[in-house]
């Protein structure tokens, strides 16, 4: 006979206290019908998919008020080796891809021509944008002419692979994709970028391959 408040007497109190619990569950279980267990976890499931639904809201908003708050100012690096390509508040978009608008860029870069272009419905990739720095040669990109803008073409869109920004207090921000950058890029403008002698886009023959 086990004595009462020994541990192996209390072990086998909890223990029949979880049997008899379980006997209730089952009891209760047998009571309800098919057609209200089925209610219970529809609501469940509507609860959970609306309580994450507002928590991801609220995570794309405050990353979307970060994003416009933020200001443009650091620097662009090549990833592979740190060579300057120039200044962050020079980025600009154009659908998907970001480059750096500002004529120094492009004495920071070598360029590789494709025999071929590489045709597409609104551009052609002409060729490649190599890191200036004579010990890198990293591909940063492409060169690309736009069908919508023959004038201010080619720009250089970088792989947010291949950079990496370097903040005014030496904060480095390194992603894979730009989109995933808190930073909210001006977009590709026509009146603001070709009338800006700041902003101004010059043709391919214009640049020179940067040495470090």
């Not at 980025?91 to 071929?116: G, M, P, T, W």
């Not at 001006?186 to 800006?196: E, G, H, R």
């Amino acid at each position: 006979m086990l004595k009462e408040n020994s541990p192996n007497h209390i072990k086998e109190r909890d223990s029949r206290q979880c049997e008899q619990n379980l006997k209730n569950i089952l009891e209760i279980w047998k009571g309800i019908s098919l057609n209200d267990f089925q209610q219970g976890v529809l609501q469940t499931k509507e609860s959970f998919i609306q309580k994450w639904e507002e928590s991801l809201l609220k995570t794309i908003t405050l990353q979307t008020n970060i994003s416009e708050s933020t200001e443009l100012t650091g620097d662009i690096l090549c990833r592979a080796c740190g060579y300057l390509l120039g200044k962050l508040d020079k980025v600009r978009q154009y659908e998907n891809a970001h480059f750096i608008s500002d004529h120094d860029f492009y004495n920071r870069i070598e360029e590789k021509l494709f025999n071929q272009p590489q045709t597409y419905a609104r551009s052609s990739d002409i060729g490649k944008a190599l890191c200036g720095s004579k010990n890198c040669r990293t591909q940063l990109g492409c060169i690309k002419k736009l069908n919508d803008y023959p004038e201010i073409s080619p720009i250089y869109p970088l792989k947010c692979a291949s950079i990496k920004i370097k903040s005014e207090t030496g904060e480095m921000i390194l992603k894979k994709k730009w989109s995933q950058m808190p930073f909210k890029f001006p977009k590709l403008s026509k009146n603001v970028d070709i009338n800006n002698d700041d902003d101004i886009f010059y043709d391919a023959s214009d640049s020179l391959p940067g040495d470090s």
